[in-house]
């Protein structure tokens, strides 16, 4: 079982970036290493939708959605039991609540743990 928290959202101005991180706690027994993990968002009135993802256990293959791809960078930190998110080059449209997911596998498909979201607004 993991518990995700997630930090670093905030007002940023268009152009601007944020790095948003994702702790987890992992049961005893368990390991954080054995967890693919990813970012989606939501905006109001919007389906949750998908952002990016990082297999276990060393995140060597990453994807990102087609609107955020080359703007943002997820990685993870297997000794911290982190995953970040690098966002770059914002605009309004990234304007969302932020959540990171994580999933016993290699490759994520559907996270069954989640964090309890942070607020990103672009705006000036």
């Known amino acids: 079982q993991v518990q995700l928290v997630e930090s670093g959202g905030g007002l940023v101005q268009p152009g601007g970036s944020l790095i948003l991180s994702c702790a987890a706690s992992?049961?005893?027994?368990?390991?954080?290493?054995?967890?693919?993990l990813g970012w989606y968002r939501q905006s109001p009135g919007k389906q949750r939708e998908f952002v990016a993802r990082?297999?276990?256990?060393?995140?060597?293959?990453?994807s990102y959605a087609l609107s955020v791809e080359g703007r943002f960078t997820v990685a993870r930190d297997n000794d911290k039991e982190t995953v970040y998110l690098q966002m770059n080059s914002l605009g309004p449209d990234d304007t969302a609540v932020y959540y990171c997911g994580a999933e016993f596998s290699t490759y994520l498909e559907t996270p069954t743990y989640w964090g309890q979201g942070t607020q990103v607004t672009v705006s000036s």
């Open positions: 990082i297999s276990s256990p060393g995140g060597r293959y990453k």
């Open positions: 992992v049961a005893s027994g368990d390991a954080f290493v054995s967890y693919a």
